[in-house]
């Protein structure tokens, strides 16, 4: 019986879930389209397939960046990568809760500082928890800040382009 | 908690490191970061924080100079009471306590996480003077938002890493900020 409910070892019993982190990525894409003057329905659908295929982007380079640079930890746990990502992931979740109420309740439509910080904060946290599983080096948190500001920046211009 | 002996790092470059990698300083550095010191760094945050709400305003005609002034002493005092009540109520529903983190050592580690939000605000106020523009929500509440980096570590290592409660916790110390600031500013002007 898992006995510690909410405690960062715990996902690795249930296996890893990534479907928060697609579902925030999801919000991110239908509240953008708020900062136009107009809220149409083709923006919203341009904007949720970027905000998915950055989404999809962000998770698998994050996995394939930890894979690739802990070669001996993934002989040994070959699912730490993933979980890793599956648990940092988690922490665009304030962000999301925090820019859904900016909107609805502080009436702001600047959604895009809010996805910024959520996508480079849970980045830096899924490094973190890669060190935690093994992983060696600051180069763990370096590179996911990186690929997080990279993909954030794109994001930011392809939003800014939206018909 | 984390009883290795820390460096001798400069206050100024422990400020610095909180916003680069805020999980390393807060295992490592924070035991020789006075909570005085970091409470100043969070107050002169929320100072030019809220004196670029206050410039916003004047310049919108919605606010006089001493209304600008009485935000920005707002600022101050959201920045040093308000940060370290929100430290002391994080500090007792994490159970910190019975984890060896002082009250002290969470106020100052809480506080200092608004080192980012101190960058985002200079560099608005500099903009806002420079250019007359309208940079509180651009930089004050962008600086807002990176400062959550370093709070959702504090309260990771607080709560003996919870992630459910770290992320519950962090999304309320966000929306109290921001609501907050919004509420201050409101009533302010």
Same mark, same amino acid.
């Given at each position: ?29 239908? *509240? ?15 904007? *949720? ?96 800040? *990186?690929?997080?500001?990279? *993909? ?12 | ?18 916003? =680069? ?19 100043? &760094? ?28 009485? =935000? ?34 969470? =106020? ?70 921001? &609501? ?10």
């Amino acid at each position: 019986m898992e006995t510690r409910l909410g405690y960062a070892g715990g996902a690795g019993v249930d296996g890893v879930k990534l479907w928060p982190a697609y579902l925030c990525f999801i919000i991110f894409g239908v *509240l953008i389209p708020f900062s136009r003057p107009e809220y149409k329905v083709t923006t919203v659908i341009y904007s *949720l397939i970027i905000a998915v295929v950055v989404g999809l982007l962000a998770v698998n380079l994050l996995i394939l960046a930890f894979n690739s640079g802990n070669a001996e930890l993934r002989q040994t746990d070959g699912g730490f990568a993933r979980e890793a990502v599956g648990t940092g992931m988690l922490f665009m979740i304030p962000f999301t809760a925090l820019a859904i109420m900016a909107l609805a309740l502080l009436g702001w439509n600047a959604i895009m500082p809010f996805a910024s910080a959520a996508i480079t904060t849970a980045a830096a946290t899924a490094g973190t928890e890669a060190m935690k599983r093994g992983a060696q080096g600051v180069k763990n948190v370096m590179i996911p800040t *990186l690929v997080a500001i990279v *993909l954030s920046t794109v994001w930011m211009m392809l939003t800014s382009i939206l018909p | 908690m984390n009883t290795a002996a820390p460096m001798d790092i400069p206050r100024w470059k422990t400020a610095l490191n909180m916003m =680069i990698n805020p999980g390393e300083v807060i295992k490592t550095q924070m035991t020789k970061i006075p909570w005085p010191y970091s409470v100043m &760094v969070s107050g002169l945050s929320f100072t030019l924080f809220f004196l670029q709400t206050g410039l916003d305003l004047l310049r919108n005609g919605q606010v006089g100079v001493s209304t600008v002034i009485l =935000i920005t002493m707002l600022g101050l005092l959201y920045g040093t009471a308000g940060i370290a009540l929100l430290a002391v109520m994080v500090w007792a529903l994490s159970q910190a306590e019975q984890r060896g983190y002082t009250l002290e050592w969470a =106020i100052s580690t809480f506080a200092l996480g608004y080192s980012a939000t101190f960058v985002y605000a200079l560099s608005g106020l500099i903009f806002s003077l420079a250019f007359g523009w309208k940079t509180a929500v651009a930089f004050g509440v962008t600086g807002v938002l990176w400062a959550l980096r370093p709070t959702l570590y504090t309260i990771k290592q607080m709560s003996g890493e919870r992630v459910a409660f770290s992320i519950a916790m962090t999304t309320l110390c966000g929306a109290i900020l921001l &609501v907050g600031w919004a509420v201050l500013g409101k009533f302010a002007g």
